[in-house]
């Protein structure tokens, strides 16, 4: 279900999926993907509010989605030997992560 929560970061309303839910000393916390502007973010409980009815409809403008065949690799580097290989890694390094943000920009 979509949701309307408030993103501190973009300092307005957003449509939003809620992936989770974990407590804080504070209050409970949401984590919570921004349809519209495929982005993560942790909200507050009390800045969450039911979508009403008609924009509920509205198509998301962001999708999520994967590289077709496109695997994570990390250099491996083998200290004793002083060799560095490229290999298979189980997450992408956050390196990575922002050369591809980067290049999408």
């Known amino acids: 279900q979509v949701y309307v929560v408030f993103s501190e970061e973009l300092k307005c309303w957003c449509r939003a999926l809620v992936e989770s839910v974990w407590c804080q000393i504070d209050g409970y916390q949401l984590g919570c993907f921004l349809v519209d502007y495929a982005k993560y973010c942790s909200v507050a409980l009390k800045n969450i509010r039911v979508l009403a009815g008609a924009f509920a409809k509205i198509p998301h403008r962001a999708k999520k989605c994967r590289l077709h065949c ?36």
């Open 70 to 105: 496109t695997k994570p690799l990390t250099l491996h580097i083998d200290y004793c030997e002083n060799t560095a290989k490229i290999g298979p890694a189980k997450r992408w390094d956050t390196a990575a992560i922002q050369y591809f943000r980067k290049l999408l920009e």
